[in-house]
């Protein structure tokens, strides 16, 4: 049975509470908006499957590198809608012109920062750019595993733990499977995020009213954001 004594203890992966058989663990925010498991002891056989699953407790070795490369998009457009060099939106357009699925991060309808996967060119545009938040993993691993069990090529991107958490949760190598993770410092808390969020908001309200001139009445609630880039290069690169 999974139990979580110390914020350390635990990346917030989720592959616990996909893996359980009887799902009696769901992932809920700490007091910081964090995502930790919580397990239901009454409904819990002791299977230890969670425990096996869980990239914290079992350590990978450490590895070295077989080669390095530098790269980037050759399309502006792409490298002005990335973070970086754009470098995503190739292997991704690859994968699926082989059949395959895409998993990444995206903003939901409340902007919160989700996994999600598409099998469409044209969605690859929500998955871009770096999300500065920990992002809700749902049952990312169990649609993952799915497609791989059916023979379909997955390529799986997040953070270092997310990758480690999904091949613990696989149990097994897969030859279809290609995850893509990235250099992390950490991650902010999404509790942390909405406040921010609902700053912005609030500011853009008190922006409007100073406006006496505006030809209708606004309320808070009609203030909406329409887009959100964490590396704008409105103003440069650097």
């Known amino acids: 049975m999974i139990h979580i004594k110390e914020a350390k203890d635990c990346c917030g992966c989720d592959a616990c509470s996909q893996v359980c058989p009887q799902r009696c663990i769901v992932m809920k925010e700490d007091e910081c908006g964090f ?3 919580r397990v239901d002891e009454a409904v819990c056989i002791n299977c230890h499957l969670c425990e096996r699953v869980c990239p914290i407790i079992n350590q990978n070795e450490s590895k070295k590198p077989l080669n390095v490369y ?10 002005i809608q990335s ?14 012109r082989e059949g395959g699925v895409v998993f990444g991060a995206r903003f939901n309808e409340q902007w919160e920062v989700v996994h999600d996967y598409t099998e469409r060119e044209n969605e690859l545009v929500l998955f871009r750019g770096s999300k500065y938040v920990q992002s809700k993993i749902g ?10 069990d059916n023979k379909r090529k997955v390529l799986f991107t997040g953070t270092p733990c997310q990758i480690a958490g999904l091949r613990k949760y696989l149990r097994k190598k897969y030859d279809n499977l290609l995850t893509v993770d ?4 950490g991650v902010p808390s999404p509790l942390v995020w909405r406040k921010y969020l609902q700053e912005i908001k609030l500011q853009q309200y008190h922006e409007i009213k100073k406006i006496k001139t505006f030809p209708i009445p606004v309320c808070e609630k009609d203030i909406s954001i329409k887009n959100i880039s964490f590396r704008s290069k409105l103003l440069g690169w650097k």
């Open 35 to 37: 995502w930790y498991p």
């Open 70 to 79: 530098a790269a980037k998009n050759k399309d502006e457009r792409i490298r």
């Open 182 to 185: 990235f250099i992390c410092h």
């Open 139 to 148: 049952i990312a691993f169990e649609k993952a595993k799915f497609f791989l």
């Open 83 to 96: 973070s970086s060099g754009g470098i995503f939106t190739l292997i991704a357009e690859q994968v699926l």
